[in-house]
């Protein structure tokens, strides 16, 4: 069991039946009145974020979530199947707990599944990931200006802006927390 006054960002929790990770959290002592517990929370089975407030003598139990490093296979009517290449076991997820993150699988590429229990919640990304670019626009000449990007997608079918010098073929560097250029791979 976890005290309310405990709690760190990156907790996980089991609060009503569902998982929680704990994204922000603030103690508030008000002048009148007993303290309390501000937090916001994401809850790992819908993705959905919720702010909540706890009294301060409110005790959580911990959820013990597990990662587990696998292989990204391939993608089959919605099915996302992965294996862990240690034991050779393969999982399946279907595309509402991929969600947004099947723009940044690439086959064979390795990536976390975050499991409680036999529950599979859904993946890790690595913080960087090279992708090929597939087509992108010329760059337009005296279109210099300061930042100046153009369009371009990968092989996943992801629009990535990227600086005019890229070309079609080149591997670039995006960033899987915001989906943004890095660099040239």
């Known amino acids: 069991m976890v005290d309310v006054n405990d709690i760190k960002n990156g907790m996980t929790l089991l609060i009503d039946g569902n998982i929680f990770q704990v994204v922000e959290f603030l103690h508030v002592k008000p002048g009148k009145g007993s ?3 501000k937090t ?3 809850n790992l089975r819908t993705g959905a974020t919720l702010e909540r407030t706890f009294n301060t003598n409110i005790k959580f139990e911990e959820a013990r979530i597990e990662k587990i490093r696998v292989q ?3 993608e089959d009517n919605g099915t996302y199947n992965f294996m862990d290449t240690s034991t050779y076991d ?5 595309a509402e ?3 947004d993150k099947k723009n940044y699988l690439i086959e064979n590429m390795e990536v976390e599944i975050t499991r409680y229990g036999n529950e599979l ?3 890790a990304l690595p913080e960087k990931i090279v992708f090929t670019v597939v087509t992108c626009e010329p760059a337009t000449k005296g279109n210099t ?4 990007t153009k369009d371009a997608y990968t092989e996943t079918g992801m629009l990535v802006k990227v600086p005019l010098f890229i070309e079609e073929g080149e591997k670039i560097i995006v960033t899987s927390a915001d989906g943004k250029y890095y660099s040239r791979a």
């Open 97 to 99: 707990q991929v969600g």
């Open 145 to 148: 200006s300061t930042n100046a």
């Open 40 to 42: 916001k929370l994401q």
């Open 35 to 37: 303290a309390f517990m």
């Open 90 to 94: 393969q999982f399946e997820l279907s």
């Open 72 to 74: 990204y296979l391939y």
């Open 121 to 123: 919640l859904g993946i």
